[in-house]
Structures are given as C-alpha cells and as structure tokens.
C-alpha cells in the first residue's frame, strides 16, 4: 500500500499519515513516538525562553523559531531548517546546522 510523503510545512511541522504510524504499530500521540522517530523533546526553561527573545530580538525569526535555536544551543544539537532566515541566524550565532543534503552537519 503506497502512503501519502510526509509533509514538512513552512511551521516547521512534519505531517505523518495516521495509516503510516499504524503500520509502525504506533498511534498519534503516542509518548513512544519521538523516540521511534529518533527525536529528543525539551521543555523550555526559563533561560531558554530569555534565549529566544534574544534570538528573537536579533534576527528576523519568528519566535518559534527562535525557541528551535535557543534549545539547539541549549542542548548542543543541530538545528534542521529549510527557512533561510533561520539558518542565517543559526550561522551567525554558531549554532550547528544539519546539512540539506543529508550529508555531514556544518559548523559556522
């Protein structure tokens, strides 16, 4: 059975077909989701949040957005973005990026 391709929009949100997740013997919601999809979830602290309105201050991103950066740093991740805006903001404070590609990561 051929599934619709997974969606990233411009929120920076993957949709994945509740027929997809099924056959993976998961359901939407499920707290093992992440973790199948080999995700990490942070709750934002306090000092992430004055993070991101830094970010936020210093960069035309949307807060969202920022809150994505200011938790890579925090967590010293890459962020994966398609937005230009977010990974010039990304290389200009020395936040690693995930190569489009699917290559290697870039460090600015």
């Known amino acids: 059975m051929q599934h619709p391709v997974p969606r990233i929009s411009a929120k920076n949100q993957v949709t994945i077909p509740v027929a997809v997740l099924e056959e993976a013997g998961l359901r939407a919601g499920d707290q093992s989701l992440p973790l199948a999809l080999g995700v990490a979830t942070h709750q934002p602290s306090e000092a992430i949040g004055v993070a991101s ?47 489009a590609s699917g290559g290697r990561p870039r460090q600015h």
Request: avoid cysteine; aromatic fraction near 4%.
């Open 53 to 99: 309105a830094r970010l936020r201050g210093a960069h035309p991103i949307s807060l969202p957005d920022a809150y994505s950066l200011a938790t890579a740093r925090s967590a010293d991740a890459e962020i994966a973005s398609f937005d230009e805006k977010v990974l010039r903001a990304a290389r200009l404070e020395g936040i690693a990026t995930a190569a």
